[in-house]
């Protein structure tokens, strides 16, 4: 069960700071928070997705061009514009790198005031850095299955280990493809946005896509009365806390 649980660990904290850090902090500025914050996240963002890091900068920026482009030909991840899953993963990777490498230049509004720490991002996005968190999950696994022969772990856990080595990826490639085609939506947006409401266990509210592009500002992706948003009530104690402040209340 060591195993299982170290996959839920970095399942969920990767997924929570792409969903907080990356998407509501980065991408939609729906709360501030100090540049020591902002660094800290920047740094725990690194740890939690480890060999998977997005640019919260670049991530942003794609972001933002999803929501003004949305399931158009202009959309650098819908699913409508792509054979299938892994074309649209490879086709938002290239585009991401375009943009994270300044070989494109994004169009004002998509970069205004997103989080930038260069040098930072450099470290974290190379080669050094991702094949040395491969090589610790790798690790774990070898240890915990082969070595010590812990109890609970099996050989067909190794199947876990290319999420891990893709864990961001992953999760935004779920986000984009169930969140425009499968589920309801309680508005027209004039796109494909949907909320699957089945799947959003595994994703901690970013599945509410239909909500979230309908009220993009809104730090709570859950309209409804049976919706619910895990990553909202983290939200408002942070904001308790004082460690970030809500734009909109």
Sequence with gaps: MILIAFFLLHWYFSLFCQSFFLHRYAAHQMFSMSKYWEKFFYIFTWITQGSSYLSPRAYAVLHRMHHAYSDTPKDPHSPHHTENLFT???????????????????????????????????????????????????????????????????????????????????????????GHKYGYANFDNNDKSKNSLLLDVLMLGELFQNNHHKLPNRPNFAVKWYEFDPTYPIVKILHASGIIKLRTT
């Design 88 to 178: 649209m993963m490879w086709k938002t990777k290239n585009i991401y790198n375009d943009y994270f490498s300044f070989k494109l230049k994004p169009e004002e509004r998509f970069s205004k005031d997103v989080p930038d720490w260069n040098k930072f991002d450099l470290f974290a996005d190379s080669m050094m850095a991702r094949v040395g968190w491969a090589l610790f999950y790798i690790l774990v696994y070898v240890l915990s299955i082969s070595v010590f022969e812990l109890a609970g772990t099996h050989w067909w856990m190794y199947f876990l280990l290319p999420i891990h080595l893709m864990m961001g990826p992953v999760h935004g490639a779920i986000v984009n493809w169930s």
